[in-house]
């Protein structure tokens, strides 16, 4: 039983890790590159609780667990400050453009 958890949540965590890399590579700009960088700090969790069925609270199933928290954590903050550059970079600033303020 605990080989088919562990089977399922690997599989799970390297199909969604997958996913966020063929979207990556897919996708053309930026903006549409940063909405597939979220789902891989699930995908992450997933091998690590993986991690944890298989090996129990060890050293290494605590530093997955680690590891994992720390992306799903970071991954707003690292996929916010990455749109803000991408913006200065192409628009100069934070400022909203002109055509953004006018409504439809």
Do not use: N, W
Request: proline residues 4%; hydrophobic residues 55%; negative net charge.
């Amino acid at each position: 039983m605990r080989a088919a958890v562990v089977g399922v949540l690997l599989f799970a965590g390297v199909g969604v890790e997958l996913f966020c890399c063929i979207g990556l590579v897919a996708m053309q700009g930026a903006y549409d590159r940063l909405h597939y960088t979220a789902p891989a700090g699930f995908g992450a969790a997933l091998v690590a609780g993986a991690i944890l069925v298989h090996e129990g609270f060890s050293m290494v199933a605590d530093k997955a667990l680690l590891l994992a928290g720390m992306l799903l954590f970071l991954s707003p903050l690292i996929v916010s400050v990455t749109a803000r550059a991408a913006r200065i970079r192409e628009l100069g600033g934070l400022r909203p453009e002109r055509e953004e303020l006018e409504e439809p």
